[in-house]
């Protein structure tokens, strides 16, 4: 169960505080970043984190719930602002993938832990609403699915997991994808999410029937 000091309501004071940590648990990891660190960073004193946050694994949870809950309200706003879901998936991966490139240090700080703690962090990844942010989308396919917009016959998670890892890669892989001679997209992220979009509605295979030409 959540201690109730791990929620900060007073606004700028709690911002400060989920900022500097997060920057600092991304710079440093997780063990190398002290709380006194974190306290100098946001202009704070120590005791004041503590009013909030008991120990410093509650505030690193508190970083995380605070990233998984933008990706919620990313994902809320894709489905006010459109009635398709073919809508709402474009929506969502163009602001999705602007989130991770506007927040590169928290990126950095989730791969960091799922990296070097393995599945520890990554069932808290989860459990501090990731997988909520994962399952609602995955419910959007469905209901894509169940209206007729999409076909019936796809695993949504699958689609899901395409969709958030290929923006993860493209987060990642950036500075290199420039270096690729056939590659025109890595400066213009809403083509990439134009593009992946595009064909993870309309599936790579020509709708003839003909026999496929051997590659030479």
Request: net charge neutral; no cysteine.
């Given at each position: 169960m959540e201690d109730e000091k791990t929620h900060c309501s007073d606004g700028e004071g709690c911002r400060r505080i989920l900022e500097a940590a997060e920057n600092l648990f991304a710079d440093k990891g997780f063990d190398a970043a002290s709380m006194n660190a974190i306290a100098a960073r946001a202009g704070i004193s120590k005791a004041n984190i503590y009013h909030y946050f008991p120990n410093k694994d509650a505030l690193y949870l508190a970083v995380l719930r605070a990233a998984s809950g933008n990706l919620r309200a990313l994902l809320a706003e894709a489905v006010a602002s459109h009635g398709s879901v073919t809508e709402v998936l474009r929506h969502f991966a163009k602001s999705h993938l602007e989130a991770l490139l506007e927040r590169p240090r928290l990126v950095r700080l989730v791969w960091r832990e799922v990296l070097e703690k393995g599945a520890p962090r990554a069932r808290e990844l989860a459990e501090q609403g990731f997988a909520g942010v994962f399952s609602a989308l995955v419910d959007i396919l469905v209901v894509g699915q169940e209206r007729g917009e999409l076909r019936p016959d796809f695993d949504p998670a699958l689609v899901a997991s395409l969709l958030i890892g290929?923006?993860?890669?493209?987060?990642?892989?950036?500075?290199i994808l420039r270096h690729y001679p056939p590659v025109h997209f890595a400066d213009d992220p809403a083509a990439y999410d134009e593009g992946l979009v595009d064909l993870l509605l309309r599936g790579l295979e020509?709708?003839?029937?003909?026999q496929p030409n051997p590659v030479r």
């Open positions: 290929a923006n993860v890669f493209f987060f990642q892989a950036r500075d020509a709708a003839h029937g003909g």
